[in-house]
Protein backbone atom coordinates (compact mmCIF):
# COMPACT_ATOMS: atom_id res chain seq x y z
CA UNK A 1 0.00 0.00 0.00
CA UNK A 2 1.01 3.25 -0.94
CA UNK A 3 1.55 6.06 1.68
CA UNK A 4 0.07 9.46 1.51
CA UNK A 5 2.61 11.49 1.00
CA UNK A 6 2.76 9.05 -2.61
CA UNK A 7 -0.34 9.41 -3.67
CA UNK A 8 -0.31 13.53 -3.26
CA UNK A 9 -1.13 14.87 -6.88
CA UNK A 10 2.00 17.69 -6.84
CA UNK A 11 1.14 21.15 -6.79
CA UNK A 12 -2.75 20.56 -5.91
CA UNK A 13 -3.42 21.79 -2.69
CA UNK A 14 -4.15 19.16 0.17
CA UNK A 15 -7.68 19.88 1.47
CA UNK A 16 -9.07 19.90 -2.56
CA UNK A 17 -7.38 16.51 -3.21
CA UNK A 18 -9.50 15.45 0.30
CA UNK A 19 -12.72 16.90 -0.66
CA UNK A 20 -12.88 16.31 -4.69
CA UNK A 21 -16.52 15.37 -5.48
CA UNK A 22 -17.92 15.88 -1.93
CA UNK A 23 -16.87 19.34 -2.05
CA UNK A 24 -18.55 19.85 -5.52
CA UNK A 25 -21.94 18.14 -4.48
CA UNK A 26 -21.98 20.43 -0.89
CA UNK A 27 -21.38 23.44 -3.21
CA UNK A 28 -24.34 22.34 -5.29
CA UNK A 29 -26.79 21.67 -2.37
CA UNK A 30 -25.69 25.13 -1.07
CA UNK A 31 -26.74 26.68 -4.62
CA UNK A 32 -30.08 25.03 -4.78
CA UNK A 33 -30.88 26.20 -0.65
CA UNK A 34 -29.90 29.93 -1.56
CA UNK A 35 -32.09 29.52 -5.16
CA UNK A 36 -35.07 28.86 -3.40
CA UNK A 37 -34.67 30.59 -0.25
CA UNK A 38 -33.88 33.43 -2.58
CA UNK A 39 -36.66 32.50 -5.31
CA UNK A 40 -39.29 32.30 -2.04
CA UNK A 41 -38.64 35.16 -0.20
CA UNK A 42 -39.17 37.18 -3.97
CA UNK A 43 -42.57 35.25 -4.35
CA UNK A 44 -43.46 36.38 -1.08
CA UNK A 45 -42.37 40.24 -1.91
CA UNK A 46 -44.59 40.08 -4.82
CA UNK A 47 -47.30 38.69 -3.64
CA UNK A 48 -48.06 40.84 -0.78
CA UNK A 49 -48.95 44.41 -0.05
CA UNK A 50 -48.21 44.09 3.74
CA UNK A 51 -45.45 46.77 4.78
CA UNK A 52 -43.95 44.27 7.43
CA UNK A 53 -43.68 40.95 5.55
CA UNK A 54 -42.04 42.81 2.76
CA UNK A 55 -39.33 44.42 4.91
CA UNK A 56 -38.95 40.74 6.21
CA UNK A 57 -38.25 39.56 2.55
CA UNK A 58 -35.87 42.68 1.81
CA UNK A 59 -34.07 40.95 4.86
CA UNK A 60 -34.06 37.49 4.28
CA UNK A 61 -33.30 38.50 0.32
CA UNK A 62 -29.96 40.37 2.48
CA UNK A 63 -29.41 38.05 4.32
CA UNK A 64 -29.01 35.61 1.28
CA UNK A 65 -27.16 38.18 -0.49
CA UNK A 66 -24.64 38.21 2.48
CA UNK A 67 -24.22 34.36 2.51
CA UNK A 68 -23.42 34.11 -0.65
CA UNK A 69 -21.07 36.97 -0.73
CA UNK A 70 -19.05 35.16 2.17
CA UNK A 71 -18.86 32.10 0.29
CA UNK A 72 -17.27 33.28 -2.66
CA UNK A 73 -14.96 35.51 -0.64
CA UNK A 74 -14.23 32.34 1.30
CA UNK A 75 -13.14 30.84 -2.00
CA UNK A 76 -10.95 32.86 -2.87
CA UNK A 77 -9.28 33.67 -0.25
CA UNK A 78 -5.39 31.95 0.72
CA UNK A 79 -4.78 32.74 4.30
CA UNK A 80 -5.85 30.05 7.21
CA UNK A 81 -7.36 32.86 9.32
CA UNK A 82 -9.14 34.24 6.47
CA UNK A 83 -10.78 31.41 5.61
CA UNK A 84 -11.78 30.51 9.15
CA UNK A 85 -12.98 33.73 9.52
CA UNK A 86 -15.00 33.83 6.14
CA UNK A 87 -16.28 30.46 6.73
CA UNK A 88 -17.40 31.48 10.56
CA UNK A 89 -19.25 34.24 9.10
CA UNK A 90 -20.61 32.17 6.21
CA UNK A 91 -21.74 29.53 8.57
CA UNK A 92 -23.73 31.98 11.03
CA UNK A 93 -25.26 33.30 7.66
CA UNK A 94 -26.23 30.02 6.61
CA UNK A 95 -27.98 29.07 10.30
CA UNK A 96 -29.90 32.50 10.06
CA UNK A 97 -31.43 31.70 6.22
CA UNK A 98 -32.14 28.12 7.05
CA UNK A 99 -34.34 30.05 10.66
CA UNK A 100 -35.98 32.65 8.57
CA UNK A 101 -36.51 30.22 5.96
CA UNK A 102 -38.33 27.80 8.25
CA UNK A 103 -40.30 31.25 9.71
CA UNK A 104 -41.60 31.33 6.49
CA UNK A 105 -42.63 28.07 5.95
CA UNK A 106 -44.44 28.18 8.97
CA UNK A 107 -45.91 31.13 8.35
CA UNK A 108 -46.84 29.78 5.00
CA UNK A 109 -48.98 27.15 6.82
CA UNK A 110 -50.26 29.43 9.11
CA UNK A 111 -52.55 31.52 6.63
CA UNK A 112 -53.12 28.97 3.55
CA UNK A 113 -53.36 25.72 5.84
CA UNK A 114 -51.10 23.86 3.53
CA UNK A 115 -47.54 22.91 2.83
CA UNK A 116 -45.72 25.40 0.62
CA UNK A 117 -43.73 22.07 0.06
CA UNK A 118 -46.42 19.72 -1.46
Not at 14 to 25: F, H
Not at 72 to 80: I, K, P, S
Request: include cysteine.
Amino acid sequence: MRSRAARAKPGVPALEQAEGIRGAQVTVVRAVFFAGSASAALAVFLSTSSRQVKAAMVLQLALVAMALEQLLVAEAVCGQYELTKHLFLFNLLFDLCLCADLVLATAWVNRTGRSPYV
